[in-house]
């Protein structure tokens, strides 16, 4: 049994077209909004789903991490990691629920 | 919801628990730690620790027989930590696909511009 989502695939550009990709959260919902900086705040809607995200993590180009939770969705860990491969950009993600922490529900 | 399911996880994470919830699952009314012992490599005393981390995530519940402590898998949180794991999945192909596609777009678009200029 698998405890985390994981994924890892390849893109067809360099590392800062690939990064600026995965740093505009529209892809992860419909649309959205992010911050890519530590302590960053964003929110991504999906369908009726809305999920808020707080950037743990930021390391240009090479790695972004954050958690997330909506009000119905368990809070869960992203760790997103870049790398150069060849002429493109290996893209490796991970999701792992979270236990509850106080902090999600608007500590700040 | 949310404890219980990264307890689930760290709970199934361990090899050793894995093996014994099989054996729970597969055991007609569950399981003493002194009947798992019987021909393991591991003491009872380690196989109870693990069956008390499988009880406490959830994965079993605890019946009491005299000195004896019997195990009974559950199969509730273990469905919710599946449930998981495929809507998780599911929602992850699509937004890859999302992301794939535009930067083929993307990539394509500026391929575009310039055979124009």
């Known amino acids: 049994m698998i405890e985390r989502v994981q994924r890892e695939f390849e893109v067809p550009c360099d590392l800062e077209a690939a990064w600026n990709h995965v740093i505009d959260p529209s892809w992860l919902g419909e649309e959205g909004e992010l911050e ?33 939770a909506s009000f119905t969705d368990a809070p869960s860990l992203v760790e997103i990691d870049l790398a150069p491969s060849g002429a493109g950009t290996r893209i490796s993600i991970t999701e792992s629920p979270l236990e509850a922490r106080a902090q999600l529900v608007g500590a700040r | 919801m949310t404890d219980s399911l990264s307890s689930v996880f760290a709970a199934l994470g361990d090899e050793t628990r894995r093996t014994l919830y099989q054996r729970l699952l597969e055991s007609a009314n569950g399981e003493t730690a002194t ?4 021909g393991a490599t591991i003491s009872r005393q380690a196989i109870a620790k693990h069956l008390r981390v499988l009880a406490n995530s959830g994965l079993a519940t605890v019946r009491r027989e005299g000195r004896e402590t019997r195990y009974v898998p559950t199969t509730q949180a273990m469905t919710q930590a599946s449930n998981w794991l495929n809507e998780h999945s599911l929602a992850w192909d699509r937004r890859i696909s999302v992301l ?18």
């Open chain 2, 35 to 38: 009947h798992l012992a019987q």
């Open chain 1, 36 to 68: 890519a900086r530590p302590d960053g705040e964003g929110w991504v809607r999906d369908h009726e789903t809305t999920r808020y995200l707080v950037v743990e993590e930021v390391d240009e180009q090479r790695r972004l991490v954050y958690r997330w």
């Open chain 2, 100 to 117: 794939e596609r535009r930067i083929r777009d993307s990539s394509s678009a500026e391929g575009a511009s310039g055979l124009v200029r």
